[in-house]
């Protein structure tokens, strides 16, 4: 066992491993610790704890000390000046003319380096511009083309379902999602209804998948026959996943009639899920545009 430290460095970031040394931690305290990019500015989430070895990258590495006020005034001011950093940057790759979208601007605490992130469609050859911000800020500068769910991650904004976006105030990193995950949950696969602000599948297709993989395993497909426990034989016409309830269409007295039953009234030969779904090449092509890997370029250098 090793005791660790969780800090982060953005909101709903990812968390990093330090060792918390003999400092009085406490989640929400301050602190100022060394990575890989340089000397950092971050709020401790995790209280100091022993985990397993196995869960942490060596070498660990030691928190420097807890944030004073004048480390909080300049971590202030660095938030000041990246605002004007994103200004002059944007001019910058005007005057270049480059076909590319800048998200955000980012110091490093000790202002040895200066983050710019952006989205593009393609690649873009942005050495000429590179050498116009080191001539202006006179700092290490680097460009980090990011992703769309990336970009929204930074900016933020209001789901459909009316709340903030998750991944933009507790979701620190991004699962693989797939259009599986939407026909398992019976959902429309209409892109419109089951993409996020970003123009992806919408990370929330993760949050139940076990529990409708779970749920659908026991139930009958629709077209099943089975016999109900009032010794009936029948056809399965719908299903209900969250509530376990199928509706049978049974015979009785020569007249078909609908009756519900719980999963556990009936006996059926398990069968491996039907895909009814009928999709074109373009609509297919078009759903598995939406889907993601869940890699992230924001996070990968601590």
Same mark, same amino acid.
């Given at each position: 066992?090793?005791?660790?430290?969780?800090?982060?460095?953005?909101?709903?970031?990812?968390?990093?491993y330090f060792d918390p040394q003999k400092f009085?931690?406490?989640?929400?305290?301050?602190?100022?610790?060394?990575?890989?990019?340089?000397?950092?500015?971050?709020?401790?989430?995790?209280?100091?704890?022993?985990?397993?070895?196995?869960?942490?990258?060596?070498?660990?590495?030691?928190?420097?000390?807890?944030?004073?006020?004048?480390?909080?005034?300049?971590?202030?001011?660095n938030r000041e000046k990246e605002k004007d950093?994103?200004?002059?940057?944007?001019?910058?790759?005007?005057?270049?003319?480059?076909?590319?979208?800048?998200?955000?601007?980012?110091?490093?605490? +000790?202002?040895? %380096?200066?983050?710019?992130?952006?989205?593009? /469609?393609?690649?873009?050859?942005?050495?000429?511009?590179? =050498? *116009?911000?080191?001539?202006?800020?006179?700092?290490?500068?680097?460009?980090?083309?990011?992703?769309?769910?990336?970009?929204?991650?930074?900016?933020?904004?209001?789901?459909?379902?009316?709340?903030?976006?998750?991944?933009?105030?507790?979701?620190?990193?991004?699962?693989?999602?797939?259009?599986?995950?939407?026909?398992?949950?019976?959902?429309?696969?209409?892109?419109?209804?089951?993409?996020?602000?970003?123009?992806?599948?919408?990370?929330?297709?993760?949050?139940?998948?076990?529990?409708?993989?779970?749920?659908?395993?026991?139930?009958?497909?629709?077209?099943?026959?089975?016999?109900?426990?009032?010794?009936?034989?029948?056809?399965?016409?719908?299903?209900?996943?969250?509530?376990?309830?199928?509706?049978?269409?049974?015979?009785? +007295?020569?007249? %078909?009639?609908?009756?519900?039953?719980?999963? /556990?009234?009936?006996?059926?030969?398990?069968?491996?899920? =039907? *895909?009814?779904?009928?999709?074109?090449?373009?609509?297919?092509?078009?759903?598995?545009?939406?889907?993601d890997k869940g890699t992230s370029k924001l996070?990968?250098?601590?």
């Open positions: 066992m090793i005791k660790v430290v969780g800090v982060r460095f953005r909101t709903a970031g990812k968390i990093y009085d931690l406490t989640i929400g305290s301050h602190v100022i610790v060394e990575t890989a990019r340089g000397i950092e500015f971050g709020s401790v989430i995790i209280a100091p704890r022993d985990v397993d070895e196995e869960h942490v990258i060596q070498p660990l590495k030691p928190v420097i000390r807890i944030a004073t006020d004048e480390d909080e005034k300049i971590e202030a001011k950093a994103f200004k002059i940057c944007l001019e910058k790759i005007q005057k270049h003319g480059l076909e590319m979208k800048l998200v955000d601007a980012e110091y490093t605490f +000790d202002n040895n %380096k200066l983050l710019f992130y952006f989205t593009a /469609d393609g690649r873009i050859d942005f050495r000429e511009l590179v =050498k *116009d911000l080191a001539a202006v800020f006179r700092t290490r500068i680097e460009l980090r083309q990011i992703g769309v769910r990336d970009e929204t991650k930074i900016l933020g904004g209001i789901g459909i379902c009316g709340r903030p976006l998750c991944c933009h105030t507790f979701l620190s990193e991004f699962a693989p999602v797939s259009i599986k995950m939407a026909k398992e949950q019976n959902l429309s696969l209409n892109p419109a209804k089951i993409s996020g602000v970003c123009g992806r599948l919408m990370c929330c297709l993760k949050n139940e998948e076990e529990t409708y993989e779970y749920l659908n395993s026991r139930l009958p497909n629709v077209g099943d026959y089975v016999t109900t426990d009032d010794h009936l034989k029948g056809e399965v016409q719908s299903v209900s996943v969250l509530r376990q309830m199928v509706k049978v269409i049974v015979e009785i +007295d020569d007249e %078909k009639e609908i009756r519900e039953y719980r999963v /556990d009234q009936l006996r059926f030969k398990p069968k491996r899920k =039907k *895909d009814n779904v009928k999709l074109s090449a373009e609509e297919l092509k078009e759903l598995a545009a939406l889907e996070d990968d250098t601590k």
